[in-house]
């Protein structure tokens, strides 16, 4: 569904309840926010990024839409080791320049520190689970929540935009649609850690 799309049953949702309906450009911006927050709170989507790693530079940043770290590729392929900011303490984290051996996340807030730094210009790519990359604009599609769940999460919105109201009626309408919100999303996250867990099936074929 577009962004567009979805602004149309935000409208609806909102004057449902007897709020008035806000400029499009408002409305965005609540449904960016609902957006967001839906695919935060089911704990990102699985995508693969690749970082420039510049030689001898210890430090990389890691882009802010990035929840967690899950894995790391060098340029030939290779797997390449990722250690949380719990790990550092056993870890030899000084510069040093040669092969590159791990990945330290969160010893600084946004960056990567690169354990040995390499010698030459190389990249890196990373799996991650991560949050909306960029806002949403009218023709887009909400590709980062599924179908199913796209009209659920404008609860969010909605709730959010009844919180400010100064009708007493209408504020108090404002935690059922957060309830309703979360609920959906605890869901949803709970679907996700199923669908993760099964295990992969193979089907074998016989020969004549």
């Known amino acids: 569904m577009t962004a567009g799309e979805l602004l149309n049953h935000l409208n609806l949702k ?21 957006y967001k927050a839906f ?3 089911i704990g990102g989507v699985y995508d693969e990024i690749t970082i420039n790693l510049v030689a001898t530079e210890v430090n990389v940043i890691l ?6 770290v899950k894995a790391a590729r060098d340029a030939d392929g290779d797997f390449v080791k ?3 900011r719990g790990d550092t303490e056993k870890l030899e984290t000084l510069p040093a320049n040669g092969t590159l051996r791990y990945l330290l996340i969160g010893v600084k807030p946004g960056l990567i520190r690169v354990v040995d730094t390499p010698v030459a210009n190389t990249t890196i790519t990373l799996d991650v689970d991560r949050a909306p990359i960029a806002s949403l604009v009218a023709a887009d599609e909400a590709s980062d929540v599924a179908l199913r769940w796209q009209i659920d ?39 996700r850690i199923r669908e993760k867990s099964k295990p992969t099936r193979v089907v074998a074929y016989g020969g004549l």
Not at 18 to 23: E, I, M, N, S, Y
């Open 63 to 68: 882009p802010s839409y990035v929840l967690k």
């Open 14 to 34: 909102t004057a449902s309840i007897g709020l008035p309906q806000l400029v499009n450009a408002v409305s965005m911006v609540y449904l960016n926010a609902a």
């Open 153 to 191: 999460m404008l609860d969010y919105a909605v709730a959010h935009n009844a919180m400010l109201s100064p009708d007493p009626k209408i504020r108090a309408q404002a935690g059922a649609f957060e309830a309703r919100f979360n609920l959906n999303v605890t869901t949803a996250r709970r679907e």
């Open 39 to 41: 695919v935060t709170g």
């Open 82 to 84: 990722v250690y949380n």
